[in-house]
């Protein structure tokens, strides 16, 4: 049976959006208040864990890229005195390294770890992402980025680490929004700015 040239353009029109419409769905963006997206992610030491592991427990992830600028800047002081401060709450602090093999920051579990004790980072795990299935799962678009997690679960913040992706003598201070939502949900409260711009490095999925 022949088919018409309309029939074949609007067939084809039917598949490419249901192709996307599946593709958006796999890659939908994570609502605060609602449940996180679970994972099942390898340590740099080798364990399994996924997110129920730490029920009852404040999580925050943090993506990361050693090479990125932005990331760099803020491993000058700024993250290690936030991942400190953390760990005193019992925070599960938590890095993912989602660059694909052979794209910037891309490491090995083994460099993973060396950078973390070069740098005098504080951190409970790193989550080893090459394939990005993690980082899709949670539309973590640049390095840094940063989720907060209540005990229950429930996403509480998205977003940047701060306001000022390139600050300059004589800028106000940034308002360092991770850090206040962590403090609200340690606190119980309610984050006052659950969405903010993330700033960075794109992060180099695989393609």
């Not at 599960?92 to 980072?121: F, H, T």
Request: proline letters at 6%.
């Amino acid at each position: 049976m022949a088919i018409s040239r309309r029939t074949f353009t609007l067939t084809a029109s039917l598949l490419a959006a249901t192709a996307l419409s599946f593709g958006a769905a796999a890659h939908a963006q994570p609502v605060i208040g609602e449940r996180a997206p679970d994972f099942t992610a390898t340590t740099a030491t080798g364990e399994t864990v996924t997110l129920a592991d730490f029920s009852g427990q404040t999580v925050m992830l943090e993506w990361t890229n050693h090479d990125c600028p932005f990331v760099v800047r803020h491993y000058q002081g700024n993250m290690q005195s936030l991942q400190d401060e953390a760990a005193g709450n019992d925070v599960v602090w938590i890095q993912v390294i989602s660059s694909a093999p052979g794209e910037q920051g891309y490491v090995s579990a083994e460099r993973a770890l060396e950078l973390n004790v070069e740098r005098g980072a504080n951190v409970a795990h790193v989550f080893m992402d090459p394939e990005g299935v993690i980082g899709r799962a949670y539309d973590a678009r640049t390095t840094p980025q940063m989720y907060v997690i209540d005990g229950e679960g429930t996403l509480r913040y998205n977003g940047g680490i701060d306001d000022q992706p390139r600050p300059r003598a004589g800028d106000p201070d940034p308002i360092p929004y991770a850090q206040i939502a962590l403090n609200a949900v340690l606190a119980g409260e309610e984050v006052e700015t659950p969405e903010t711009q993330p700033y960075g490095c794109n992060v180099k999925y695989v393609d």
